[in-house]
């Protein structure tokens, strides 16, 4: 039986890169993908920012038909009447956001808003508890970006709930796609000519 320097057979070795170089570009396709849909978002954020109204509405909907499933299952009473009650409000509410698209925008605009503020200010604390240590800066530095994006939203508020959606997803989905290339550059096996074993 053939050998690689590693000590696994070599019809082993073969097939293990094999599996690795198509992992490898299936990860660096959806990189492509995820940054191509990103930089659409980009350049189109209203239309983005009700793309993901409507996946937070469709997601609602699942959830909640999932929690009413699932209350129907449940023997004890007061659980199945919790999440009953929880099912029917998460079912309803992503049916109000779909048949209310600016009204659901606005609402999760501010959502969002009052959410960067709230991990801003936490992160203000942990930073204080932090400080004199090295991850000090890095920490303040995070809340404060935090901050001023919430006070930018705020102040633009209204206006800002038909774009500020769209530009957080097609950051995220940039953000994604550079991740999952880099890993699938990661993952690419290194080519050796033959006979180069390790030295």
């Known amino acids: ?30 990189g492509v993908i995820s940054l191509v849909l990103g930089f659409l978002a980009l350049f189109n954020p209203v239309a983005s920012t009700i793309a993901a109204e409507m996946i937070v509405a469709w997601s609602l909907m699942i959830v909640g ?3 009413l499933v699932s209350a129907f299952n449940q ?6 009447l919790g999440l009953g009650l929880l099912g029917v409000l998460g079912f309803f509410l992503g049916l109000y956001l779909i048949y209310r698209p600016v009204m ?23 930073a204080l508890r932090f400080k004199g240590t090295p991850y000090f800066g890095g920490i303040l530095l995070s809340a404060i970006v935090s901050i001023l994006l919430a006070i930018l939203i705020l102040s633009n508020y209204p206006e800002s709930a038909m774009t500020i959606l769209g530009i957080l997803l097609a950051v995220q989905l940039i953000s994604i796609g550079i991740n999952l290339l880099a890993l699938g550059k990661l993952l690419t096996p290194t080519l050796k000519l033959p006979g180069q074993g390790t030295r």
């Open 1 to 30: 039986m053939d050998i690689s320097p590693m000590g696994i057979p070599l019809h082993e070795s073969h097939t293990q890169e094999q599996l690795t170089m198509s992992n490898s570009n299936y990860l660096m396709w959806l």
């Open 65 to 67: 038909i999932g929690q």
């Open 104 to 126: 659901g925008a606005l609402t999760l605009t501010m959502i969002v808003a009052l959410f960067i503020l709230v991990e801003g200010l936490v992160k203000v604390y942990l």
């Open 75 to 80: 023997k004890d009473g007061e659980n199945r």
